[in-house]
């Protein structure tokens, strides 16, 4: 088994861009932890295998506002119902305002040996505009306060292309990560989506909106400067140095099987099912104090299980494995595949690495497209 993701639904403000699933009143903390603990306890079809786990991954949300005693006993109860591998990486996703060092030594003390740490930027004005709940003082000193507990597997979340951010303040937000020594980054475009705050001051007028081509030049930048530093970028938006790649999101991007808990959360069963929780907290909570789990779920077509391994092996550095294709889709599915490629070689956007096709630096601000033209209808 890959691993186990927990969706922690609750942050202190809601962030101008963001569209995942959270509530900013803790109000039902205390029975969402009750419900989140039922859930695993309840769980016992969806994945049979009986390996044991490899990765747990506090997501969210923002799991950092959970207290000491929340964590543990979730991951009491996951010890209690799965067989954890001694060299678990056990991963919190925290936000700068809520490090301190007593907190990180206390998390550590519960086996968590991994942070991914929500800094977007070190840009005060920009901070502000996204509504984050801290500033570029309350970064600096969390990176201080993280390296100096000794953690060592460390992540580093960045935003690039937004209409306040200069290529110069890119560069240095990223120069300070690699000075510091942090040995991953994940760096994501800021993308404008349904139903945020930032759609509706552009909708209105009220904002500016995003500009496509700093977008791709800021891109470039962010990809070639972690590349001069020694990052690979294991995926088009998660660079690392060598050994330092997250493994639990490298598990989903190799198609391992993964369980998913708490509202929202999507679980997978390695080969062609998948199911996702419902994304709201009362109907999770209400529905796990009669023991039952609201979730739907679908089995993939060939089709949409091709077109995931695609979209999904091309963001990859390893890119689209010609063997996996022909053993899993077959040949003529290959050959097909390989003559769809053919223009975007010929035009630099695609690249054959043995029996290997991945995007070239330029394919690379094309990934989406790219994919979508390669699909199977
Ligand atoms: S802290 Fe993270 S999950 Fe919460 S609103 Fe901001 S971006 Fe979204």
């Known amino acids: 088994m890959a691993g186990i993701y927990i969706h922690i639904p609750f942050c202190k403000q809601a962030c101008s861009y963001c569209n995942f699933h959270f509530s900013t009143s803790m109000k039902n903390k205390s029975d969402f932890i009750l419900a989140l603990k039922n859930e695993i306890s309840l769980q016992n079809d969806f994945i049979s295998s009986p390996e044991p786990i490899e990765t747990i991954y506090f997501g969210g949300g923002t799991p950092s506002l959970l207290t000491l005693s929340e964590i543990d006993s979730i991951l009491s109860v996951i010890q209690k119902k799965y067989t954890i591998n001694t060299d678990v990486e056990i991963t919190l996703e925290a936000n700068p305002d809520?490090?301190?060092?007593?907190t990180v030594k206390e998390w550590m003390g519960l086996g968590i040996n991994r942070l991914s740490l929500?800094?977007?930027?070190?840009?005060?004005?920009?901070?502000?505009?996204?509504?984050?709940?801290?500033?570029?003082?309350?970064?600096?000193k969390s990176i201080d306060?993280?390296?100096e507990a000794g953690i060592t597997n460390f992540s580093v979340d960045?935003?690039?292309?937004?209409?306040?951010l200069s290529d110069s303040e890119l560069e240095k937000n990223i120069r300070y990560i690699n000075e510091r020594g942090i040995p991953h980054i994940s760096c994501y475009a800021l993308t404008i989506e349904p139903k945020t705050a930032l759609h509706h001051f552009i909708q209105q007028?009220?904002?500016v909106g995003i500009d496509p081509e700093k977008q791709a030049a800021q891109f470039l930048l962010t990809m070639d400067l972690l590349n001069s530093f020694g990052y690979e970028q294991y995926e088009i938006s998660n660079y690392s140095k060598a050994g330092m790649r997250s493994k639990h999101n490298s598990s989903y991007w190799q198609g391992k099987p993964y369980l998913g808990f708490g509202p929202s959360a999507h679980s997978?069963?390695?080969?062609?099912?998948?199911?996702?929780?419902?994304?709201?907290n009362m109907t999770?909570?209400?529905?796990?104090?009669?023991?039952?789990?609201?979730?739907?779920?679908?089995?993939?077509?060939?089709?949409?299980r091709f077109n995931e391994y695609v979209m999904i092996s091309l963001r990859r550095i390893e890119g689209i494995d010609e063997d996996f294709v022909l053993k899993n889709f077959g040949s003529e599915r290959l050959t097909s595949l390989v003559s769809s490629c053919e223009t975007f070689i010929n035009n630099k956007r695609l690249e054959l690495k043995g029996s290997n096709i991945t995007l070239t630096r330029e394919g690379k601000l094309f990934a989406d497209g790219i994919a979508s033209e390669l699909f199977l209808q």
Not at 118 to 140: P, T
Not at 158 to 164: A, D, H, Q, T, V
Not at 268 to 280: E, H, L, S, V
Not at 287 to 299: A, G, M, Q, R
């Open 98 to 102: 809520d490090i301190n060092t007593s």
């Open 118 to 140: 929500g800094v977007q930027s070190f840009v005060d004005k920009e901070l502000a505009w996204m509504n984050r709940a801290h500033n570029s003082q309350d970064s600096l």
């Open 145 to 147: 306060i993280i390296l």
């Open 158 to 164: 960045l935003i690039f292309g937004s209409p306040l």
């Open 205 to 207: 007028k009220k904002g």
């Open 268 to 280: 997978f069963d390695g080969k062609d099912k998948r199911r996702w929780n419902i994304a709201n």
């Open 284 to 304: 999770y909570i209400n529905e796990l104090k009669k023991h039952k789990i609201p979730f739907e779920e679908e089995v993939l077509t060939t089709a949409q």
